[in-house]
């Protein structure tokens, strides 16, 4: 008799349709688990934004939930007492093989069910997609808690593992973030589509920026870098995303493009936002340099979705980046963009030196980050968890 997939749950704090590094890695893994027949993955996360859970290849449990960043601590706690139930009747319902806890606010809610002694009798693994360093101490307190009880604790870069290891006794597992399967083939004409379609000479360079609105993103330092390399003298474009979700957002949205605009022109600024998965594929083929400028980034998924389609990437060497980015050359300090605007000069001004990079970053996606890799990484770690078990 053949014996029934494995059901793994993920607890998410977000919808999974938000676009966000920890959404796209779990809709690429369930997706590519759930075409294996192995494993059955179910997802409970709040209230989808703009699809519906028939449009997905795997389970999705869906629950009422508050903004996370909601200003008022009451709404906040109340928010998260809530969610703690929520987690509590999925549970219960879907009766996994194994809870995969995905997000860092949802480790501290599925903590103050696990701590006292709820499923302890299902396993559970999390992937903590930020760093250790860059939590509250009463979030830390929380997450080590609750990591004591984890037969798994997964991370994405070997930098945050270390941190780890020396706060917590739960196995450490390296699975690097993957991307979305939008990016899985390249396109060797669409670099040149896209250029065509939005008129951009030879000899213009189109630096790129992409990313959810939050403070560590640090959105408002994107002109700055648009300033510098614009002084530099490099005839330039700049391609930005934005992805809101919450009412703030708009305002900060706002006050970045009109910044940018008055800095090089409204007609040299190419603004898009909230783009699916497709939309950003494309996107990438538009741009020559991408650049990250986050203050705080566990991992950098943008920069990954960049080099897959074969921009440079230019990044602050804050967290992982800089394992992720991998060469010294291309990291720099926000507090200082000497070295990022010589950069910038340099591969505008030497097309075979860009060609290089745009290769050499390519490869790097292919060696380290394809959607294959993360999920038979997956794969492994669940069936050492089932062995025996079932």
Known sequence: MKETAAKILYLMEYPIDLPGGAQESTKTLCTGLAASGEFAPVVACPDLLASSPGDYPFEIVTYHSDENRELSKARRLANFFSRIGSFYRIIKHVKPDIIHVSMSESLITFGFLRVPGFFSDIPFVYTDRGLCTGYRKHSLACIKAAAKRAERFIVTTGYNGGLWARKIDAPITVIPNTISGAFSEFDHEGRAAARAEYGIEDDEIVIGFAGRI????????????????????????????????????????ESVRDRIASLIGSENLIYMQDLDQKGMSRFYYLVDIFIMTSCFESFGKAAVEAMSRKCAILSTAVGGLPEVIGNPEDLYDMNGLGKVTERIRQLADDPELLSAEREMFYRRYRDNYTADKNIESHAKVYRELLSGRR
């Open 214 to 253: 939050s403070e560590e993103k640090d959105w408002p330092h994107v002109p700055d870098v648009v300033e510098a390399a614009k002084k530099s003298g490099v005839r330039l474009k700049a391609a930005v995303v934005m992805s809101l979700y919450e009412e703030r957002d708009e305002a900060i949205s």
